[in-house]
């Protein structure tokens, strides 16, 4: 190897982040928004405003309901859940799974009465945080994509860190007034080296919480395949009965419900009643997870025919599981208050910033010289960087805005809302193969600015105790909305400032002709700093 070291970091660090830094780009968005998914599913479904929060002390009629319902429609499951009314969501979600192969069933109920709530169809943050990491794909491909570009990713900060010689000093330097690529060097440098720690545990920790899904050999010749004997012996989960393939009713969940709530301080989250009406029907009680790092729920396990308490799950965990559970705590932040998640936000905001700042670097680097044509390949980079760093968010504002205008009652609603989702994506990524660079960038940010507006214009005009209307409502509201009102303000001042820039006087001066550019685009190493930038925007 001819090249040093540090250049083959360099090299590294450039081609690692340029294959994977479009997919990373969405994990990162969608991973950030996450952040704040209980608030986005909230604001989805506006019509949790208007039903009553249920007393802890009415839980338990409230799960006899829910048992009434899934006894009715949900006979044959093997596995009922049933999601308990929460502050953010206050109806109960049940999910039920019979067999492979066959769709599982999903419905909403009103606490209070027993009949299907009167709530639109949508996945709200949900949509968002599974993307995250399965990208809408089958679970087993997407997650599999996802942890290789994590991997990636790791590698591309790791080679980074190597090849960036003075990264404390430009931790204190922009230049926005110079040459487009150096200007987007120093962005680049700043949104790396400000959020590091930020980005090395966001990305080792997302590889670890699905260590035993991309590598599940050693649980498989541990356990000859017992996947659920893992986990209960690791403390996760009760530890599970098999069915005893002879009919008994189920005991009444109420008592169960009230003897839970006696025994734990936190709030219950959910039941989950596996083999219902079998002689081993189990009734599980799954907590809240308790305040800190560790992401663990408390768990009490009840016979489901003689209602008796089987087993407690109230952490106890070996070393090893509890590394687990707190990697996944950091991961998701649950810890975080309100500071502490905004911190968490703004350090993803500077994820994406990197990323999207490292692709351009690479197509910048690469800009023809004057009289060349752009050969294909940078012509395609270029066209996915906007598809990407303007496509997406766009797609993200229509989501937001095709949940408010579709009709209530459309049959798979939430489906077109994902459909809308990619149909925006798909389009924004299309576009700029026919227009020429600048001005596809300028368009699609602007386009991803008046999406924004649109977004709060409907929410104003169709939710009649906005706020903003009345003087009342819920907050979350007009939070929200000054949130689009921020970005469409910010996407705009970009589209302003990439329709109206010019090169600086010194670099025009130079002629049309820029020095050939050797050091690698999405590296953080400082070029030399007395070799002409190229003059194109």
Not at 55 to 69: K, P
Not at 227 to 235: L, R
Request: proline letters at 8%.
């Amino acid at each position: 190897m001819k090249a040093s070291f540090r250049q083959s970091m360099a090299w590294l660090h450039t081609w690692s982040g340029l294959i994977v830094g479009w997919v990373l780009f969405a994990i990162f968005v969608t991973g950030t928004a996450s952040y704040y998914r209980p608030d986005i599913s909230r604001w989805m479904r506006p019509e949790f405003t208007q039903v009553e929060p249920v007393d802890a002390a009415a839980l338990g009629a409230t799960a006899e309901r829910a048992v009434a319902h899934l006894g009715q429609h949900a006979a044959k499951a093997r596995t009922w859940f049933i999601g308990l009314p929460q502050a953010d969501k206050p109806v109960l979600d049940l999910f039920w799974r019979t067999r492979p192969g066959e769709p599982p069933g999903h419905v909403l109920l009103d606490p209070r009465t027993g009949a299907e709530a009167a709530v639109r169809d949508t996945q709200g943050g949900d949509f968002l945080y599974r993307f995250h990491f399965e990208l809408h794909m089958p679970p087993l491909w997407g997650r599999w994509v996802v942890g290789l570009c994590a991997m990636i990713m790791l590698v591309a900060l790791i080679s980074g860190i190597v090849t960036h010689k003075r990264i404390f000093a430009d931790f204190f330097t922009f230049r926005r007034d110079k040459a487009p690529r150096r200007s987007w060097l120093d962005a680049h440098n700043v949104t790396g080296v400000l959020a590091l720690p930020f980005h090395l545990m966001i990305t080792y920790t997302g590889i670890v919480t699905l260590a035993t899904f991309y590598m599940p050999w050693g649980v498989t010749a541990a356990y000859k395949g017992n996947a659920q004997a893992f986990f209960s012996e690791a403390s996760w989960i009760t530890t599970p009965r098999p069915p005893a393939n002879r009919p008994a009713a189920l005991a009444p969940v109420g008592p169960m419900v009230e003897r839970a709530l006696a025994s734990r301080p936190e709030p219950l989250e959910r039941l989950m009643i596996v083999n219902p009406g079998d002689a081993n029907a189990t009734v599980v009680a799954v907590f809240e997870e308790p305040h800190g790092l560790s992401h663990e729920h408390p768990q009490i396990a009840f016979d489901g025919v003689s209602g008796e308490i089987l087993e407690v799950r109230d952490g106890g965990l070996k070393p090893a599981a509890k590394t687990f559970t707190v990697m996944t705590g950091l991961h998701e932040g649950h810890f975080a208050g309100l500071l502490l998640r905004l911190l968490f936000f703004l350090c993803g905001l500077m994820g994406c910033a990197m990323v999207a700042t490292g692709v351009v670097l690479w197509s910048l680097a690469r800009l023809p010289k004057a009289g060349e044509r752009p050969f294909l390949g940078l012509r395609l980079v270029q066209a996915l960087n906007v598809g990407s760093i303007a496509g997406l968010p766009a797609a993200v504002a229509v989501y937001f805005l095709a949940n408010r205008l579709l009709p209530l009652d459309l049959a798979g609603r939430e489906q077109w809302e994902i459909r809308a989702f990619f149909g925006a994506w798909i389009v924004a990524a299309l576009v700029p193969l026919a227009r020429p660079q600048r001005r596809a960038w300028c368009e699609g940010l602007a386009a991803v600015s008046v999406l924004c507006l649109a977004v709060v214009a409907a929410d104003l005009l169709t939710i009649p105790d906005h706020p903003l209307r009345l003087g009342g409502g819920d907050p979350l509201f007009a939070w929200f909305d000054a949130a689009m009102l921020l970005l469409a303000a910010l996407f705009a001042l970009a589209a302003r400032k990439m329709l109206r820039y010019e090169a600086p006087k010194r670099d025009r001066a130079r002629g049309a002709k820029p020095a050939p550019v050797t050091a690698p685009a999405a590296s953080p190493a400082r070029p030399p700093a007395r070799r002409p930038e190229p003059t194109h925007a």
